[in-house]
């Protein structure tokens, strides 16, 4: 096992019902800005149970948070803030809305120019202070609300960047499964494929001798597998959108990854899928996890044999039939969940492909938990998902 | 799964070397009191790596706590505190140096009278100050590192009680698995089995369907029988000794047990054997446990049936002839270990069963899931482990 630093603070507030003790974690001194995107919270009840329990609160709203959060929207929300004169900020709704408040209550407190610097590579800048902020998730998927990382894209340049800090880690977050039933199918599913691959990229390296590690991640893929194609058939069953909510936070707190390698080349290319085309994020990573497995079959040999057996009961076989076996079963369990897995689905051709091999060989960009995935490795993990 | 609300802000520091950042964790300013036991860190090394990472610093020392620790020595622990205006503790050892901190930390705080209120059952007062403080782990075991929890016994009445509270959770602590090294056998089994049991205590209970909670607790309970028997053979291996620290750290964080029932009959009957033979900690939950699972085999049946065919793989047999298997499994582990599971062992008899049993009358004691563990049913327990 490697050595590591581990700090968690995040409170979590898990059940239903848990919205209305919101009053319970933000002072009533305090000048709230709730923070939402396209409106959903309206339609579910969320936006309601929210505004009862801040009754006597201060409280403005800015709402419109794209689904890829925006630099420029971000912005126009920091203008807010500072006319305002906030003291906390309440994001409600799915990771892109946390992922936006973070960069916003970052922005806040930033006093070196433009806060686009704070995710640009050539300038990254260390957070250490941004507005307090607290969370009331509506969407399980991207672990946001336990951590302390975002990804924000840019419009006018089609970059997607992330930054990572303990300061922008929420004081506290409410999830409520409740929030889950009103979900359209194409949601649960990017929820329940983003979560495994969360997990898949802090697992699939190479061994360290980390077995509690490796069981706590093999425990999350093994009830996203269960609870998945459940809650996508009822979306009424309140075990099994507590089962999913809960595994999706746990696969990205930070827990499963101490003291193991990591990889994070399926979200690295992923995002320039996203950034060029407009895919949601989860259904880049059921793009390029396969291509990923399969190219790098080698180095993470070890660890695939492991997730075939462990996840999938795979046992039979040379190595590499069994590698082809868990990538087939990976392939179609994301396939089951109603994601598709193929670039071709979406009209994605070669020319993309060449666009981000230029743009990786460019920035010298290198991925994958040994630094290993150059731009011709990563336009051969792209070939593989034509 | 149940509601359920977590929080738990303790860093941690993980890893060989690790002592040598205590410096980074602790203010210069502060007057820091350290504490420990019977003087085992002056033989591994571990007191000249704390002093070493602390030179420069206004350090006071206070050495004695005992393995159970007392209020009594607790007690002269907090004059020096208070004589020496002590702005931090660094609880330098085991789960009962921790313990014996915790409570020391909650005492200089406390202002209504005999701190010995914050433990008996009487007059139990909740506990929201307390002063700040650190640890440095030697010994593998309580999970009391990462938690805000502390047993404390008192020698005049012969008692064992405990409190918990989120002020007395360490700012940090540090785990290095080289301290593991000198250990002696019954330390290093005493660790794992006390570690199996917070587990168990957390696990084996009744399902809520919790599907996560249930594999995180058996991929730690997999862990200590796999690398439990290594660290007992090797003392000098470094990962078992890591993944044995880093499970006993996880079986008791408080994670395992969010949104599940918890049982700690064990603990609780255990502590009386203690309290009346000082028996160490682990070696009466070794005792108790199997009376448990044997004597609440009905209230338990899914989970042991569970347990068995996901720990030890039996499938075959009857509910109770499995249940049997299971009971046996545990026994023989605990026994590999070098752990004696039966009072006899210990010359405890009869005429003990009959005090806790009284005990337990006049108390109204109700352990379990459920709380139908009374002075009978403890009884039958206890009789079952003659």
């Not at 409280?59 to 794209?66: A, L, M, R, Y």
């Not at 336990?146 to 800090?165: C, H, P």
């Not at 889950?180 to 949601?187: I, T």
Request: glycine letters at 8%; hydrophobic letters at 40%.
């Amino acid at each position: 096992m490697y050595n590591f630093e581990y700090k968690n603070p995040v409170k979590i507030l898990f059940g239903k019902g848990q919205i209305s003790k919101l009053n319970n974690e933000i002072s009533p001194d305090w000048k709230i800005l709730i923070i939402y995107g396209g409106g959903s919270i309206f339609k579910n009840g969320v936006y309601a149970q929210v505004k009862k329990a801040l009754e006597g609160y201060q409280v403005t709203e800015f709402g419109g948070i794209e689904p890829n959060p925006t630099y420029e929207t971000c912005m126009k929300a920091l203008d807010v803030v500072k006319k305002e004169n906030i003291d906390f900020l309440l994001a409600v709704g799915g990771g892109s809305v946390l992922d936006g408040t973070k960069f916003i209550a970052a922005a806040a407190l930033y006093e070196n120019g433009d806060p686009w610097q704070i995710l640009s590579a050539e300038e990254e800048v260390r957070v250490t202070r941004a507005l307090p902020m607290g969370t009331v998730l509506t969407l399980p998927a991207t672990g946001s609300e336990m951590n302390g990382n975002a990804v924000i894209s840019r419009t006018s340049t089609q970059e997607k960047l992330s930054f990572g800090s303990p300061a922008v880690m929420p004081v506290f977050s409410i999830l409520d499964p409740e929030t889950v039933y009103s979900l359209p199918d194409r949601q649960v599913a990017n929820g329940v494929v983003d979560a495994f691959v969360h997990v898949m990229e802090q697992y699939l390296t190479f061994p360290v001798n980390a077995p509690l590690q490796d069981r706590m991640a093999e425990g999350i893929l093994l009830t996203l597998i269960e609870e998945g194609p459940k809650i996508l058939k009822n979306r009424k069953d309140y075990n099994a959108a507590a089962n999913f909510m809960w595994s999706a936070t746990m696969a990205l707190n930070g827990l499963i990854g101490q003291g193991v390698p990591q990889d994070w080349a399926t979200h690295g290319i992923g995002h320039e899928l996203t950034a060029f085309h407009g895919i949601d994020h989860a259904r880049t990573l059921a793009i390029v996890l396969p291509g990923v497995m399969n190219v790098r079959r080698k180095v993470k040999e070890k660890k695939i044999l492991q997730y075939g057996e462990r996840i999938w009961g795979i046992c039979e076989g040379t190595p590499d039939e069994r590698i082809d076996k868990a990538i087939a079963r990976t392939v179609e369990f994301f396939e089951t969940m109603g994601t598709p897995t193929r670039l071709s689905y979406y009209g994605v051709t070669d020319s993309t492909i060449s666009k981000i091999e230029n743009r990786f060989a460019l920035r010298n960009t290198l991925l994958g938990e040994q630094n290993e995935i150059d731009h011709r490795v990563t336009r051969a993990i792209l070939a593989d998902r034509l």
